[in-house]
């Protein structure tokens, strides 16, 4: 092999090389806007809905200061309230069709907008998102005067993770996890094989190590047909978990499974509310 085509050889590695550690530096630094996906203009209101739902703006201030919004929307003679988490693209507005079924099945919802998402004030962050369901849950227990063991939390996707770490922090009725990852560094390895994601993650929203902290009745809904969050990571989850608790298997992707599922899904939502909050109210 002659000098010149070592030379060539190396060259080409260090070019290889370069061009992997720029990948990772990278994903280090930008991998918030991988996992966080907000939007600020709202799309439509609850009341714009098909079936136009009666609602409230609500504003909090979390612990650090920021401001955020988000809506209560009260149902008369409600069977409990449920607090929604969501996903990590668009905004509470993109989230009506879920609101509408709790609203339906008789239960207030409330549902906030983390720091950096539609009307909400900062930029989003792993520990900044716990700060926020913080601050939602205490605007129900201090302001709204509601009793915690009529409170259901509730999570879709990331928000999962959100309720998740909400239910081990505070005491309520239930938890929903709907298309919940385990960690954000497992998806990430899952997802990026060649990089050294594990030792980059800087978001970790530890799902799977906060389930085995939960004490209260648990609902775990994931379809395999899910294309973003695998299936495994729910039955992981679900393993993990302490009883009571109850796995739902739906169909459809992730972002419209609930829809396609139809009753199976409200009925199972059905069942689960009314059962978990009779159990926790009748601890009194």
């Given at each position: 092999?002659?000098?010149?085509i070592?030379?060539?050889?190396?060259?080409?590695?260090?070019a290889l090389a370069?061009?992997?550690v720029?990948l990772?530096?990278?994903?280090f630094?930008?991998?918030?806007?991988l996992?966080?996906r907000?939007?600020a203009?709202?799309?439509?209101t609850?009341m714009?809905?098909?079936?136009?739902?009666?609602?409230?703006d609500v504003?909090?201030?979390?612990?650090?200061?920021?401001?955020?919004?988000?809506?209560?929307?009260?149902?008369?003679s409600?069977?409990?309230t449920?607090?929604?988490?969501?996903?990590?693209?668009?905004?509470?507005?993109h989230?009506?069709?879920?609101?509408?079924?709790?609203?339906?099945?008789?239960?207030?919802a409330m549902?906030?907008?983390y720091r950096?998402?539609?009307r909400?004030e900062?930029?989003?962050g792993e520990h900044?998102t716990?700060?926020?369901?913080?601050a939602?849950?205490?605007?129900?227990?201090?302001e709204?005067?509601?009793d915690?063991?009529?409170?259901v939390?509730f999570?879709?996707?990331l928000?999962s993770a959100v309720?998740?770490?909400?239910?081990?922090?505070?005491?309520?009725a239930g938890?929903?996890?709907?298309?919940?990852?385990?960690?954000?560094?497992?998806?990430g390895?899952?997802?990026?094989?060649?990089l050294?994601?594990?030792l980059?993650?800087?978001?970790?929203?530890?799902?799977?190590g906060?389930?085995?902290?939960v004490?209260?009745?648990?609902l775990?809904?994931?379809?395999?047909d899910d294309?973003?969050?695998?299936?495994?990571?729910?039955?992981k989850?679900?393993a993990?978990?302490n009883?009571?608790?109850?796995?739902l298997e739906?169909?459809?992707g992730?972002?419209d499974g609930f829809?396609?599922?139809g009753?199976?899904?409200?009925?199972?939502?059905?069942?689960?509310?009314?059962s978990?909050i009779?159990?926790?109210?009748?601890?009194?």
């Amino acid at each position: 092999m002659t000098k010149r085509i070592k030379r060539m050889i190396w060259h080409i590695f260090i070019a290889l090389a370069g061009g992997y550690v720029l990948l990772a530096a990278l994903l280090f630094v930008f991998q918030g806007k991988l996992v966080y996906r907000p939007t600020a203009k709202h799309v439509a209101t609850p009341m714009q809905h098909e079936h136009p739902m009666d609602y409230e703006d609500v504003w909090l201030e979390a612990s650090d200061g920021v401001k955020l919004h988000g809506w209560f929307l009260p149902v008369e003679s409600s069977k409990g309230t449920v607090l929604m988490f969501h996903g990590n693209g668009g905004n509470v507005s993109h989230r009506l069709e879920t609101i509408a079924i709790f609203h339906d099945l008789g239960y207030n919802a409330m549902i906030i907008d983390y720091r950096g998402y539609g009307r909400s004030e900062g930029s989003p962050g792993e520990h900044g998102t716990y700060r926020d369901a913080e601050a939602a849950w205490k605007y129900l227990i201090s302001e709204r005067k509601l009793d915690p063991k009529r409170i259901v939390i509730f999570g879709r996707s990331l928000g999962s993770a959100v309720a998740a770490w909400l239910a081990v922090e505070k005491q309520s009725a239930g938890l929903i996890l709907e298309s919940a990852f385990t960690s954000i560094p497992d998806m990430g390895a899952e997802l990026y094989k060649f990089l050294p994601v594990r030792l980059l993650a800087r978001i970790k929203y530890d799902t799977f190590g906060r389930i085995k902290q939960v004490r209260c009745p648990l609902l775990i809904i994931h379809s395999p047909d899910d294309e973003i969050i695998p299936y495994h990571h729910g039955q992981k989850l679900f393993a993990a978990a302490n009883e009571p608790k109850r796995f739902l298997e739906i169909s459809g992707g992730h972002n419209d499974g609930f829809m396609r599922s139809g009753k199976t899904y409200t009925g199972c939502l059905a069942e689960f509310l009314e059962s978990a909050i009779s159990s926790s109210a009748g601890d009194d």
